[in-house]
């Protein structure tokens, strides 16, 4: 079955980056995006970016542009999302999700990992 | 960017209730919306796609309808486990994907 299983937790100074690890298992991981959603305390799920596996493309949210960056290592079937210039709003729980490769509802998430942005 | 506002953002039901929660979008969405469910401390887990769809799994007392910028999703009869949060996200326009603000459902 699907598999998306995340790098574990890290606790981060404002100002530093912070990469995030997802091995994915059980599909073929060329053939379908993944995104990277984020969810703060008492706020809304929020999308960040995705990347096409096979092809390497990626497409990140207005929002986040500049400061994330998400790459994949096809050999070790991982993808990475890097976030730079943390702040403490950028303290939430961040999900590595698969989406169809046409219609990007999710249908598989990883069980998240918590980023803590304190001084 | 469509918007997804969800309504009511909480409410309070008793086991047995029917359940409805209903999710707008800014434009019309063609029936591209899917609906989760989210435990605490856990991921959310899709419920619903294309609107009224059920995944693979999922108890038949959970039905999703609706059309252009109207959607809602039903719970027939509330269990103990249905106790949670639900998200609906717009898949239409991508990207970015997009997510209403949630509904979390409490007991009465």
């Known amino acids: 079955q699907v598999q998306l299983v995340q790098s574990g937790a890290e606790v981060k100074k404002p100002g530093a980056s912070v990469k995030v690890s997802c091995k994915a298992s059980?599909?073929?991981?060329?053939?379908?995006?993944l995104h990277w959603v984020r969810q703060a305390p008492g706020q809304r799920l929020e999308w960040m970016g995705w990347?096409?596996?096979?092809?390497?493309?990626?497409k990140y949210s207005q929002k986040f542009q500049g400061r994330v960056l998400i790459t994949r290592d096809t050999s070790a079937t991982i993808v990475y999302m890097e976030l730079s210039g943390l702040r403490s709003e950028d303290t939430a729980i961040y999900f590595c999700?698969?989406?169809?490769?046409?219609?990007?509802?999710?249908?598989?998430w990883g069980q998240g990992t918590l980023v803590t942005v304190s001084s | 960017d469509i918007q997804m506002t969800q309504s009511p953002s909480s409410l309070s039901a008793s086991v047995g209730d029917r359940v409805t929660i209903t999710c707008r979008a800014s434009?019309?969405?063609?029936?591209?919306l899917a609906w989760y469910q989210q435990q605490p401390g856990k991921a959310p887990k899709l419920l619903v796609f294309?609107?009224?769809r059920l995944e693979s799994g999922v108890p038949s007392r959970f039905s999703g309808s609706g059309s252009e910028t109207d959607y809602t999703l039903t719970i027939s009869s509330l269990q103990p486990e249905d106790f949670a949060t639900y998200y609906c996200?717009?898949?239409?326009?991508?990207?970015?994907?997009?997510f209403g603000g949630g509904t979390k459902v409490e007991v009465k």
């Open positions: 990347i096409h596996p096979g092809f390497g493309s990626t």
């Open positions: 999700v698969r989406s169809g490769s046409l219609l990007y509802y999710i249908d598989s």
């Open positions: 059980g599909y073929t991981f060329n053939t379908y995006p």
């Open positions: 294309a609107a009224s």
């Open positions: 996200q717009q898949y239409y326009n991508t990207p970015p994907l997009t």
């Open positions: 434009q019309g969405i063609n029936n591209a």
